[in-house]
């Protein structure tokens, strides 16, 4: 009977202690609860307050400008005159008067070849038509005087004008065998060898005038309707990146390509320190004698896709707690011409208009942003920018 009451007893006491360690277990429960509840929402009232700082970018103003209307190509520059020196005739190289690269003026002589032979024959000749002349004097003085055939007369002139032919035959030999500029120009790399027995038809050298010089390009063929003989055009190249050459138009292709729609066009320009070179690789821009007032920008604040062209104009705008503020707003835009670190706008903005000219990348529709012009480069038409 004891034995029964104390078992009841424990087994009381085991109950107990389960129902405390549960009522323990639950109040842990709700106090972690309880934590994690405030600290989420002390996260939540965190997140409504929270503001994204502005970003930081540089501005530039909508610029009305005046711009000069020119078409823009890429040409290769070719020479006014250029030929390929050769002897007529063959001969012996005698005497080389020039240097490979050398300018040479026309009537200059370059090569003359080995006229000895020429040179005798010509001498014999001459003595042929001295003879014959004076055969001829003295069957003239013989018919006035009836002494002597109509024949006879006939003959000695006969004579007289093939002696003097043979003698402008052989001039002509030797002077072939002179070979001279037959402009002014610039010599290439010399082909032939002092003692060297050139064949006819034998190339000696290039001759190529560099002053002045032909730029020719192509354009659309809607340029057709503005340009005109004379108009004005300017060259730059690569190769002397600081410098520039005026020039004219001077030839309009009278046809157009049929399967780019484009016609070639020529341009003059001087090149009196021979800087040009027949052959390179030239930018060439045609220039129109009316200028046009056009809205610019920097390059640089333009966002590029494939939807349409955006700007990021900067507003002043007012806060909820009446703050004042800069926030960046979208526009879209369409572009025209680009010169340099500029592009035109042809519509979509105004002029006096702040826009974002760096940093726009990063930003959104409505974004705050703070303007820092202190690092902002300066848009040019020319850049010439500066290495280091």
Do not use: C, H, W
């Given at each position: 009977m004891a034995a029964s009451s104390q078992q009841r007893v424990t087994r009381v006491s085991k109950r107990r202690m389960w129902i405390f360690a549960i009522l323990a277990l639950l109040v842990v429960v709700v106090i972690l609860a309880g934590i994690k509840a405030g600290q989420i929402g002390k996260m939540i009232n965190a997140g409504?307050?929270?503001?994204?700082?502005?970003?930081?970018?540089?501005?530039?103003?909508?610029?009305?400008v005046e711009w000069q209307a020119s078409r823009s190509a890429v040409g290769t520059l070719i020479a006014v005159r250029t030929v390929t020196l050769a002897s007529e005739v063959a001969g012996l190289v005698r005497d080389i008067r020039f240097d490979s690269g050398m300018f040479v003026r026309t009537g200059d002589v370059l090569v003359k070849l080995d006229t000895s032979t020429e040179e005798g024959q010509l001498a014999a000749a001459k003595a042929d038509a001295d003879l014959a002349r004076a055969s001829l004097q003295r069957q003239r003085t013989?018919?006035?005087?009836?002494?002597?055939?109509?024949?006879?007369?006939?003959?000695?002139?006969?004579?007289?004008?093939?002696?003097?032919?043979?003698v402008v035959t052989l001039q002509a030999n030797i002077a072939k065998k002179t070979i001279r500029a037959p402009f002014d120009g610039r010599v290439s790399i010399r082909q032939v060898e002092l003692g060297q027995v050139l064949a006819s038809g034998t190339a000696i050298a290039t001759l190529t005038a560099v002053d002045p010089v032909h730029a020719e390009f192509w354009l659309p063929q809607q340029a057709l309707a503005e340009l005109r003989l004379g108009m004005q055009a300017r060259l730059r190249t690569d190769v002397f990146p600081k410098a520039t050459w005026d020039g004219s138009v001077t030839m309009i292709n009278p046809e157009v390509d049929v399967n780019t729609r484009n016609v070639?066009?020529?341009?003059?320009?001087?090149?009196?320190?021979?800087?040009?070179?027949?052959?390179?690789?030239?930018?060439?821009?045609?220039?129109?004698?009316?200028?046009?007032?056009?809205?610019?920008?920097?390059?640089?604040?333009?966002?590029?896709?494939?939807?349409?062209?955006?700007?990021?104009?900067?507003?002043?705008?007012?806060?909820?707690?009446?703050?004042?503020?800069?926030?960046?707003h979208q526009k879209f835009v369409r572009l025209g011409e680009r010169r340099g670190d500029l592009v035109a706008v042809v519509s979509g903005l105004n002029a006096?208009?702040?826009?974002?000219?760096s940093g726009a990348f990063k930003l959104r529709n409505g974004a705050a942003v703070v303007v820092r012009n202190d690092l902002a480069p300066k848009a040019e038409v020319s850049p010439t920018p500066v290495d280091r």
């Open positions: 409504k307050s929270f503001a994204i700082p502005p970003e930081s970018v540089t501005s530039a103003k909508v610029e009305a013989l018919r006035q005087a009836q002494a002597s055939s109509p024949a006879d007369l006939d003959a000695a002139d006969a004579k007289a004008k093939q002696a003097a032919a043979n070639r066009i020529r341009a003059t320009f001087p090149n009196q320190d021979g800087r040009l070179r027949p052959g390179m690789f030239v930018n060439v821009e045609v220039l129109s004698p009316e200028k046009r007032t056009v809205q610019v920008i920097p390059s640089t604040a333009v966002l590029y896709a494939p939807y349409g062209d955006s700007v990021f104009a900067v507003e002043e705008k007012k806060d909820p707690a009446g703050n004042a503020g800069l926030i960046a006096g208009e702040t826009i974002v000219s």
